[in-house]
Each structure stands twice: as C-alpha cells, then as structure tokens.
C-alpha cells in the first residue's frame, strides 16, 4: 500500500496540475520521466519508416488490373505504382512503430528506435548475473510498448488521417524528386519553428562522418610527414 505521506504528496501534484491547467506530458515527464513524441518527432518518423515500407515493396513486379466492364478491357496498372500499394503502407505504417523502444540515454529524435536500450541492456546483465532489480515494472513487461510508443503509434494515425491527401499527391507526383519528410513535415505540417529534429542526424550517421573527418585528417598529416 502506497504510504499516506507519498499518496497524499501524489493527489496534490494531480490537483495543482489541473488548477494550473499544465499538460499531461509536463507532468508525466517530471515526476514519472515519461516524455512523449512532439509534432517533429512524430512527422519525421512516420515519414521515415512510410520510406521504408515503400521501399520493402519495390521489388514487387505484379500487375493489378482494374475495371469491371465488360465492354472494355480492363486496367492494367503495376503494383509499385499503384494505389494499393500505398493503402496498405498507410495501413501498416502506424502498427509498425509498436516495434520501437524508447533509448533515455538519447536526448534528440533518435531516442525513438527499434533495438533494447542501454538502461535495459545494462539492467538484463545485472539479472543475469543474479542480481535483484526492482524498477517498479515485472520483467515480463520490460520489453512491452511503453506510455511514449503507445503515443507515438497514436499520434501517428492522426498524422495519417489528417494528411492522407498530401501523402498521396507526394507518392503519386513528388517521390522521385522531394523526400516525404522535405514535402510533408518540412514545407507542410511543421511551423518553422518546430522543424528542428529535423536537421538532427542519426548518432548512426554522425559517428561515420566523425570516423570520416577523423580518416581524412590522419591522411593529411600523414602527407605533411612526408
């Protein structure tokens, strides 16, 4: 049972809250560490993983054919260009997101990924080596969608929703010229002033062009050497 002293502490936090008017995520993340997808975030990773469905399905070479008159012969359309194909990413885009863990050690966009993080990977090697954790969580539910995927997932069906009609023009006319995240987060959804995750690289991406600047600066000197 939670002590007086913590549940009283708890139902004054709650009331205080909803006399300020502040938002659920401000409270959820100081006192539970609990911080949810912002606009940006949310665009930019639907747009991501919309990419990736797509291009998991290029290498498809059905044809579909359209049309129930019999008069005329029906439409022969190929899979990759067509509508369906786009119906079932938009479909599939948002369940997807569910296979996402949340990285704490991370403070940018990239906190969002699949992969167990490092706080859990380190709190498994102590389980494993016998020791007691106790986080307030069962173990069995370690790995389970958390309060900020469960989010993200839902955030993303109302992205979808509300922009169904800009991500078709941009798969119907744009994609070879305009990535998704440039024609719908960058110039459509996103104020200027929320477009900052999207200038933020994969730590992925920034420890290669690290090693990279590094490799070229050690070949520069080797020539001064020389």
Known sequence: MMPYRTL?????????????????????????GVKYADECEVCKIVSMEITALLAESAHKH?????????????????????????????????????TYSVHKERQDWT?????????FRTLEGLVE????????????????????VSYLRTQCEVLIEDHEDKIETWYFKKQESESLEDYLCRQRVLKAKDRSCLDILPAQVKDESKASRQKKKRKKEQKTEL
């Not at 009331?15 to 539970?32: P, R």
């Not at 007691?132 to 900020?148: F, N, R, T, Y």
Request: aromatic letters at 8%; one cysteine or more.
């Open 111 to 119: 906190r969002f990924a699949r992969g167990t993080s490092e706080t």
């Open 62 to 98: 059905e044809v579909l054919e359209t049309g129930y008159s019999v008069e005329k012969s029906r439409t022969k359309t190929k899979y990759t260009q067509s509508e369906l194909r786009l119906l079932e990413t938009m479909e599939a885009v948002c369940e997807r997101l569910l």
């Open 129 to 148: 080596k016998g020791v007691k954790v106790d986080i307030g969580i069962p173990q069995e539910l370690w790995h389970k969608p958390s309060a900020e």
């Open 8 to 32: 009283t502490w708890s139902i004054l936090l709650v009331v205080t809250c909803a006399l300020s008017s502040c938002s659920s995520d401000q409270f959820d993340e100081e006192n539970y």
